[in-house]
């Protein structure tokens, strides 16, 4: 090298001298690549010292380079009874978990399920044959065994000769499956749906003493497998109470599909659990607590090298609701037995008990029936998405409406029942079928014997039309829309707003001319259908002066003391909250009110409510029938809105049994007059 540049030298030298006569030229050009050499081996001194004396700190560097957190689950919040019983707990388990690292390959995980596999066993009766193939090719010895029996193996791309191989194992060629096979690749397919820095149980049912200890001892052999604890809903009280609650997903089954980007974006991973109806998914946000945050190092080989716990993480807070357990088990087997025997094609049974206060429902039960079978099932929830045609209990929302649109006051509301005839068609009042009690009733008397011929005229009145016997019924089709807004003001027809998921605002049926009739149907509560928690706000609505109130069944959330994981301090409150305020004047209130009372009380041999007049404290209720079908076959439906003590309401109670034989008459005030022997007795002593 040293002569190549001496002769260039001289040559550039001789012919710039001879050109230019120049003879500086030569020491010049030696200068500069003298430079040039000096900075040559100043870097190649410092490529040495960087990588014989400063290696092992640029290699440890590079080992902790990637700084990551890892979020652990918490114990979720737990579901109480008013009086603080335990509804919904948590049961823990020992678990063998899984925290898969950063990059992590398949013959990493393949070898990890190997050495787990030997210490514990899992069920594999949902293992399919695909996993199977996945887990054996995920090993690189395999699949070249594989590849060579495949035919053309070797010349495939490789993923095709995979696919084929993947193939050959589902059609059960190619390997002979053991049950230490299936084990094995049953625990490598949890694993590999394991996301990076996330924990998923591999397994949390029946784990053994002997795996705890074995897999402990083991541990650092498989990474990411550790000796842990999960979480199931238990149910202390009975399972009744789910149907109520809800249910949570498991971290196998992860976050529903349904709604899995929208709780992504809310911070969940997939394998995380989380309410999927009703109170559970309702309350979600209070019941899952926050995650604990642990600092992962990960090394330059994407194995974790430290954990470092930032926030141990908090668990969920607690709900205790305003249902009385006791109670509302008592509730749902008095409903239960309210149409057992001699019910024909009765399809089921619903309660509501509420307070008219504060709207806080103190218990809901329901009951489905199978017309064909007899088979009863739990549906406590069809109290609040069941719409039935409820019949003459809506009778109190019909004469307020009259009260407030002034077409009957106070003091002037006497007309006769009398069989109401459109057309030749005739409809009438139970008791009068044919104009034979010759009777004339106030508002409140109407109440009292369910005249349905009283509704009828005042339904005719709010529509503007002036009744003549035998004429048509050229009525506007708006008195719907009057006699449906009176209803709504007292929660019929709509929804009520209770804190559960899936509340339906019942059934409107045609309100056009041609369907003119049925705003007579209307007016008795033979036409539109309502929900059982409907008939409890209205009546809740005229038991507590006109304030048409919220339903709810949580009454606190509550933290979870520190010192013995009782139920902690209450951090919120479920305020009453007024949905809106009845227009009416207190002596319009007190007809109503008034008659209620007489339903039980009164002195009319018609009244229909009179087997409730031995209760105590006193009853106002408004008994329903309602003329329904079953499959083109006539049934009647049963029904009962009430209030105790008449003078100082304290408590509702709302009832509904549909489709019972066309005799049946007492099935709705029999089991009235033990919802309150049973609330008397172990909600409330008597006032």
Avoid: C
Avoid at 524 to 536: E, P, R
């Amino acid at each position: 090298m040293k002569n190549f540049f001496d002769r260039l030298f001289r040559r550039r030298s001789r012919g710039s001298s001879r050109r230019n006569g120049n003879s500086k030229i030569p020491f010049r050009l030696n200068f500069i690549f003298a430079i040039v050499g000096i900075l040559f081996a100043v870097l190649v001194f410092r490529l040495a010292y960087m990588q014989i004396f400063q290696g092992s700190v640029y290699k440890s560097d590079v080992n902790q380079s990637d700084n990551s957190v890892k979020y652990g689950n918490v114990p979720r919040g737990m579901i109480y009874d008013s009086t603080g019983k335990v509804l919904v707990g948590n049961k823990t388990h020992r678990a063998i978990t899984y925290t898969k690292g950063l990059s992590v390959m398949p013959q990493e995980i393949y070898n990890n399920a190997n050495k787990l596999g030997s210490y514990i066993t899992i069920p594999t009766k949902t293992l399919t044959k695909k996993q199977i193939g996945e887990y054996y090719l995920a090993d690189k010895t395999n699949l070249a065994k594989a590849t060579k029996v495949v035919p053309n193996g070797e010349k495939l791309a490789p993923q095709a000769a995979y696919d084929k191989a993947l193939d050959m194992i589902q059609d059960g060629k190619l390997i002979k499956v053991t049950p230490q096979m299936k084990n094995a690749a049953a625990i490598f397919t949890e694993m590999s749906g394991a996301y990076q820095l996330s924990t998923t149980n591999i397994k949390t049912d029946g784990v053994s003493n002997k795996e705890i200890a074995e897999v402990g001892e083991h541990a650092a052999e498989m990474p990411g497998v550790q000796v842990g604890t999960s979480w199931s809903r238990d149910y202390p009280s009975g399972n009744e109470i789910q149907s109520i609650v809800g249910n949570v997903s498991s971290s196998k089954t992860g976050l529903p599909s349904d709604r899995v980007n929208e709780l992504l974006a809310e911070g969940y991973s997939r394998n995380d659990s989380v309410g999927q109806s009703n109170l559970e998914q309702q309350y979600e946000p209070v019941l899952r607590g926050s995650k604990s945050q642990t600092e992962v190092k990960v090394g330059g080989d994407n194995k974790i090298v430290k954990e470092v716990k930032k926030y141990p993480g908090q668990r969920g807070q607690n709900l205790q609701l305003s249902i009385n357990s006791k109670f509302q088990n008592k509730l749902q087997d008095l409903v239960k037995g309210s149409e057992s025997g001699g019910v024909g094609n009765s399809t089921g049974a619903y309660a509501v008990v509420m307070n008219p206060k504060n709207g806080a429902v103190i218990g809901m039960a329901g009951v489905n029936r199978d017309p064909k079978t007899g088979k009863i099932t739990p549906n406590e929830l069809g109290t609040i998405n069941s719409a039935i045609v409820m019949g003459s209990v809506v009778k109190g929302a019909m004469v307020s409406g009259a009260l407030m649109d002034k077409v009957i006051t106070p003091n002037s509301s006497m007309m006769e029942d009398m069989p109401i005839d459109i057309g030749g068609s005739k409809k009438s009042s139970w008791f009068n079928k044919n104009g034979e009690a010759n009777m004339s009733v106030n508002a409140q008397g109407a109440l009292e014997v369910s005249s349905n011929s009283y509704m009828m005229q005042l339904a005719m009145k709010e529509g503007g039309f002036k009744y003549k016997a035998g004429g048509s019924l050229n009525m506007s089709p708006n008195v719907f829309n009057t006699e449906r807004n009176y209803f709504n003001q007292f929660g019929l027809g709509v929804k009520t707003g209770i804190d559960l998921p899936g509340e339906t605002a019942g059934i409107q049926g045609p309100s056009t001319f041609a369907n003119i009739g049925k705003a007579l149907d209307e007016s008795f509560g033979n036409y539109d259908s309502y929900t059982t928690i409907q008939l409890a706000q209205y009546m809740s609505t005229i038991a507590n002066g006109g304030y048409r109130m919220k339903p709810h069944v949580v009454q606190n959330v509550r933290s979870t003391n520190t010192k013995n994981g009782q139920l902690g301090a209450v951090q919120n409150t479920t305020m009453p909250t007024v949905l809106n305020e009845i227009p009416m004047t207190p002596a319009e209130r007190n007809v109503v009110t008034q008659g209620l009372y007489q339903v039980v009380h009164g002195t009319n041999k018609y009244k229909t409510g009179g087997d409730l007049s031995s209760i105590s404290p006193e009853v106002s209720a408004k008994t329903g029938t309602a003329q329904t079908f079953y499959e083109g076959k006539p049934t009647v439906t049963l029904s009962l809105a009430s209030y105790a003590p008449s003078k100082d309401p304290q408590v509702v109670v709302a009832l509904a049994i549909p489709n019972l034989p066309v005799n049946a008459e007492n099935n709705n005030l029999n089991l009235a007059k033990q919802i309150y022997q049973a609330y008397w007795s172990d909600v409330q002593n008597k006032p």
